[in-house]
């Protein structure tokens, strides 16, 4: 309640244009110029894993309801589909 950062998240080695709370609230996913998305722990600051397959900046991502697919939308003029828990992507 006080508005004091609770955590820097770092690792991208670009701008970061979206991120999402997973629907449990334990992960952040983030999605960067650097044409990657990340998966962050909440508790440890950590990040979990590194999405890789679009080939321009990831501008947006989103969580299914259930938290078991991400949604990415590039400068590449693509929407990948991402299982949350293994990174593969699921469709293009």
Not at 7 to 19: A, I, K, P, R
Not at 34 to 39: L, N, R, V
Not at 40 to 64: F, K, M, Y
């Amino acid at each position: 309640q006080s508005g004091d950062c609770q955590s820097t998240l770092t690792g991208h080695s670009d701008e970061v244009n979206s991120v999402a709370f997973s629907p449990d609230g334990k992960l952040v996913a983030s999605g960067s110029d650097d044409s990657t998305i990340k998966i962050w722990d909440i508790s440890t600051g950590h990040c979990d894993s590194t999405l890789t397959g679009h080939s321009d900046e990831v501008l947006s991502v989103a969580w299914s309801p259930g938290g078991k697919q991400i949604a990415s939308g590039s400068g590449d003029e693509t929407i990948k589909i991402w299982d949350s828990r293994s990174g593969d992507c699921q469709s293009t």
